[in-house]
């Protein structure tokens, strides 16, 4: 059963970087899958921000690639999200999940997540 | 931009039942666009219910089926139970690694 895990700080300056982290247990993140990134503001609905794969190929959401940067850890089993120059709006709760591939093809669908973590952007 | 659209929110009795739908403002949704349901209730992250328009993730149960129904994707809850009360959200995926989420929907079972 694959778990994953999200940490980082909870609360970042406005014009800094959210920096966030989404630890994988029970599978290895040199699998076929992809790994995502989503946010929640508060009281709103879901964004889907980017996704990674292993070899360090990235998908970015068109209104926030500017600003996103994802990487993935290999040693540490974990990959990570780095938004920068945030503001208020970038509060939210944020998930990273797996995205399904096999061998074959990716089902283009969200099958693991992790717990989430509120991330505040305030001075 | 492509923007995914669904009911703001619904109501369904217990035991009776309710298909939501994800649209698109500009096209029809298809089976290309492997659509994907989540339940979310307050606090929680979300649930994966069906993926590839119509396949149930494990555990799910056989009460929520997908389709496309029309130009739109559908989520059909039957037989509703009180625990099925939650918001609902579709993912349309587009070509070069992009998912778009629906806005949701509140789904009320009074």
């Known amino acids: 059963q694959v778990q994953l895990q999200e940490s980082g700080p909870g609360l970042v300056t406005p014009s800094g970087t959210l920096s966030l982290t989404c630890a994988v247990s029970?599978?290895?993140?040199?699998?076929?899958?992809?790994w995502m990134w989503v946010r929640q503001p508060p009281g709103k609905g879901l964004e889907y921000i980017g996704e990674?794969?292993?070899?360090?190929?990235?998908n970015y959401n068109p209104s926030l690639k500017s600003r996103v940067t994802m990487s993935v850890d290999k040693s540490k089993n974990q990959f990570s999200l780095n938004l920068n120059s945030v503001t208020a709006a970038d509060t939210a709760v944020y998930y990273c999940?797996?995205?399904?591939?096999?061998?074959?093809?990716?089902?283009?669908?969200?099958?693991?997540w992790g717990q989430g973590t509120l991330v505040t952007v305030s001075s | 931009q492509t923007v995914v659209t669904q009911e703001p929110s619904f109501s369904v009795s217990p035991g009776g039942t309710v298909t939501l739908t994800c649209g698109l403002t500009?096209?029809?949704?298809?089976?290309?666009?492997?659509p994907s349901w989540y339940q979310q209730t307050p606090g929680q992250a979300p649930r994966t219910l069906i993926y590839?328009?119509?396949t149930r993730s494990s555990g799910v149960p056989d009460r929520f089926s997908g389709s496309i129904l029309g130009n739109k994707a559908a989520l059909t809850i039957t037989g509703a139970q009180a625990d099925d009360e939650s918001d609902y959200y579709c993912?349309?995926?587009?070509?070069?690694?992009?998912?778009?989420f629906g806005g949701g929907t509140k789904l009320t079972v009074l």
């Open positions: 999940g797996r995205i399904y591939c096999d061998s074959d093809r990716c089902h283009y669908y969200f099958d693991y």
């Open positions: 029970g599978g290895s993140i040199s699998s076929s899958n992809w």
């Open positions: 990674v794969f292993h070899n360090g190929r990235t």
């Open positions: 500009s096209g029809s949704v298809s089976t290309s666009h492997s």
């Open positions: 590839n328009t119509n």
């Open positions: 993912v349309l995926y587009f070509t070069s690694g992009i998912y778009v």
